[in-house]
T-cell receptor, first 107, second 115 residues
Framework: EDQVTQSPEALRLQEGESSSLNCSYTVSGLRGLFWYRQDPGKGPEFLFTLYSAGEEKEKERLKATLTKKESFLHITAPKPEDSATYLC????????FGAGTRLTVKP | GEEVAQTPKHLVRGEGQKAKLYCAPI?????VFWYQQVLKNEFKFLISFQNENVFDETGMPKERFSAKCLPNSPCSLEIQATKLEDSAVYFC?????????????FGSGTRLTVV
């Protein structure tokens, strides 16, 4: 059965303290791995799509990487406005979401 | 428009009542997806459409849930005889393609509370 597991469940960082979020997956026939950001009371906002092992994508302070079994979302020198829940999703036949990592960045 | 518009934002129903949720996808997007988000951010896929045709309904509880996407109308998700466990936020998303290479664009959701 396709599974997506995100860790940690919650992460508290000081402003400027870099860290990484993990998304491990088991899926047959991966068509894409997606990262989304979700703010309270809103729908997920698309960040990145990764298709194959070794691929990397960057956007401002965020960088996503992909291996055959997991993806990392690296956050460099985060700011309080980066506080949100980060969701990972994998697409084989349908798109399956992980439970998310709730990131809080303190000033 | 450039937003996926979901209405209403909040809906309260007594157990056994009907609930109907609406979604207007982004113009030009052929695919519409419905997800249910319950506690702890768990997203459950319900159903997807390609234009007005059901594309994938593997996540739909068959007995009480139904959905439609008709031409020139918002898409709808209807729950007959709601149960307490149907309380959740229901998200609609749209995309150019089923695989969502550019990601899905989500609406802000409808929070359904069944009391």
């Amino acid at each position: 059965e396709d599974q997506v597991t995100q860790s940690p469940e919650a992460l508290r960082l000081q402003e400027g303290e870099s860290s990484s979020l993990n998304c491990s997956y088991t899926v047959s026939g991966l068509r894409g791995l997606f990262w989304y950001r979700q703010d309270p009371g809103k729908g997920p906002e698309f960040l990145f799509t990764l298709y194959s092992a070794g691929e990397e994508k960057e956007k401002e302070r965020l960088k996503a990487t992909l291996t055959k079994k997991e993806s990392f979302l690296h956050i460099t020198a985060p700011k309080p406005e980066d506080s949100a829940t980060y969701l990972c999703a994998v697409q084989a036949y349908d798109m399956r979401f992980g439970a998310g990592t709730r990131l809080t960045v303190k000033p | 428009g450039e937003e996926v518009a979901q209405t209403p934002k909040h809906l309260v129903r007594g157990e056994g009542q009907k609930a109907k949720l609406y979604c207007a996808p982004i113009k030009g997007h052929s695919y519409v997806f419905w997800y249910q988000q319950v506690l702890k951010n768990e997203f459950k896929f319900l159903i997807s459409f390609q234009n007005e045709n059901v594309f994938d309904e593997t996540g739909m509880p068959k007995e009480r849930f139904s959905a439609k996407c008709l031409p020139n109308s918002p898409c709808s998700l209807e729950i007959q005889a709601t149960k307490l466990e149907d309380s959740a936020v229901y998200f609609c998303a749209s995309s150019h393609e089923s695989a969502g290479g550019g990601g899905y664009t989500f609406g802000s959701g409808t929070r359904l509370t069944v009391v």
